[in-house]
């Protein structure tokens, strides 16, 4: 049973434009979120992560928004680049130990 | 040095052979993960070591064997695979595997995986 699910396994953007990566998960336990950027021939690389204890945490033209009451995340790119161009994983955690991640969200942004 | 290193990057292996994946870190990190992950499938946790023990094992077939010679190290011994088990081998590290909630001690740093193809 899929404890993180990612319900678009695509997304194409225009260059400039905000991409929005969405996420749910099924666990109340889950503590600890990341979001992983994959380019293909790399291994997943961390991008950016929340705690269950805020709801908003932002890097640059990334922000990880949290709904702990809908048990729903998102991964907001503002403005998106071509270079953004990737699969994003995202994982949650739980006191720690072992993550879970969803299937991916392919992201195209068109020059 | 930032890097988890997986070597090789590509393995093509007949069911009966033995083989090796191998990985390396040098960011002082004491847990050290083996994930397999198949075609637009989520990377699915096979083998953890924490402080050079083996802590988790998720069920995975004893064709399978973890080896974590030291801190640094984490191999992953392959005999009779199945062609079920072509996929990519990705090996991932942490600072710890704290059980403190709201922890980022355990984010993972992963290698660029290998990509095992067993005829």
């Known amino acids: 049973d899929q404890q993180v699910k990612q319900n678009s396994p695509s997304l194409s953007v225009q260059e400039g434009r905000i991409s929005i990566l969405n996420c749910d998960y099924t666990n109340s336990m889950f503590d600890y979120f990341l979001w992983y950027k994959k380019y293909p021939a790399e291994g997943p690389t961390f991008l950016i992560s929340?705690?269950?204890?805020?709801d908003k945490n932002e890097d640059g033209r990334f922000t990880v928004f949290l709904n702990k009451s809908a048990k729903h995340l998102s991964l907001h790119i503002v403005p998106s680049q071509p270079g953004d161009s990737a699969v994003y994983f995202c994982?949650?955690?739980?006191?720690?130990?072992?993550?879970?991640f969803g299937t991916g969200t392919s992201l195209t942004v068109i020059p | 040095d930032t890097e988890v290193t997986q070597t090789p990057k590509h393995l093509v292996m007949g069911m009966t052979n033995k083989k090796s994946l191998k990985c390396e870190q040098h960011?002082?990190?004491?847990?050290m993960y083996w994930y397999k992950q198949k075609a637009k499938k989520p990377p699915e946790l096979m083998f953890v070591y924490s402080y050079e023990k083996l802590s988790i094992n998720e069920s995975v077939p004893s064709r399978f064997s973890p080896e974590c010679p030291n801190s640094s190290l984490l191999n992953l011994h392959l005999h009779a695979l199945q062609p079920e088990d072509s996929a990519l081998y990705l090996c991932?590290?942490?600072?710890?595997?704290?059980?403190?909630?709201?922890?980022?001690?355990?984010?993972?740093?992963f290698g660029a995986g290998s990509r095992l193809t067993v005829l």
């Open positions: 991932a590290s942490s600072r710890t595997r704290s059980g403190q909630p709201n922890s980022g001690a355990n984010v993972l740093t």
């Open positions: 994982a949650a955690s739980a006191f720690g130990n072992q993550f879970y």
């Open positions: 960011m002082g990190h004491r847990a």
């Open positions: 929340i705690s269950s204890i805020k």
